[in-house]
């Protein structure tokens, strides 16, 4: 099955500084790279997500790419806000059953 | 719509006890998922379905086990709970392959 390893765990930033996370995936075959905010006590959202024949894509101030050579992708955030403190998890879609595989997460801290 | 529906919200269950987690979506799905979430792990991948009929083992299947006699519906069953499966259960659903996935409000399960 897939594999997908994320880093940092924890991540402290100062308000309208980047952030950025990054996951790699093991499975050549996945094609489907979704990112998921998920608030204290709450369920995870999509916030972006991006396919494989594409390198970047941009929604306001988030930002995904994604290197299939390397088998990795990475979130960006810029102008960060104490709202964006949350965890986030990255996921790779795989397999007939559209399974999704999700990175251990990243807590973001947005520091005032 | 209500989106992707969990009950119960909680749940004490004693050692050797039974439950059955209901999830339901009304968005006209065909994939489905059941995810436990352990402090620090992301999200572990139990148990899937592409369609109604069908279903297959994720990750971590052992001492679960699900059907999916219609579109909507996709309970987990935990026989003979055991302190392990203390957890946080998500449902999600998504309509086809490389999609979003939605998710349940979520579980959250003791085993004492």
């Known amino acids: 099955g897939e594999n997908v390893e994320q880093h940092p765990s924890t991540l402290s930033v100062q308000e309208g500084d980047s952030a950025v996370i990054k996951c790699t995936y093991s499975d050549s075959a996945s094609n489907y790279f979704p990112w998921y905010k998920q608030e204290l006590g709450k369920r995870p959202q999509l916030i972006i997500d991006i396919r494989s024949n594409v390198g970047e894509k941009k929604d306001q101030r988030i930002a995904v790419t994604l290197n299939k050579t390397a088998k990795h992708f990475s979130l960006h955030i810029t102008e960060t806000q104490p709202e964006d403190s949350a965890v986030y998890f990255c996921a790779a879609s795989y397999g007939t059953g559209n399974q999704f595989y999700f990175g251990t997460g990243t807590s973001l801290t947005v520091i005032p | 719509n209500a989106g992707v529906t969990q009950t119960p919200k909680f749940r004490i269950l004693k050692i050797g006890q039974s439950m059955t987690l209901q999830c339901t979506q009304d968005m006209n799905h065909n994939y489905m998922y059941w995810y436990r979430q352990d402090p620090g792990m992301g999200l572990k991948l139990i148990y899937y379905?592409?369609?109604?009929?069908?279903?297959d083992k994720g990750e971590v299947p052992n001492g679960y086990n699900v059907s999916r006699s219609t579109t909507e519906d996709f309970p987990l069953r935990l026989e003979l709970a055991a302190p392990s499966q203390t957890s946080v259960y998500f449902c999600a659903s998504n309509y086809g392959m490389n999609t979003e996935a939605f998710f349940g409000q979520g579980t959250r399960l003791t085993v004492v």
């Open positions: 379905s592409v369609g109604a009929g069908i279903t």
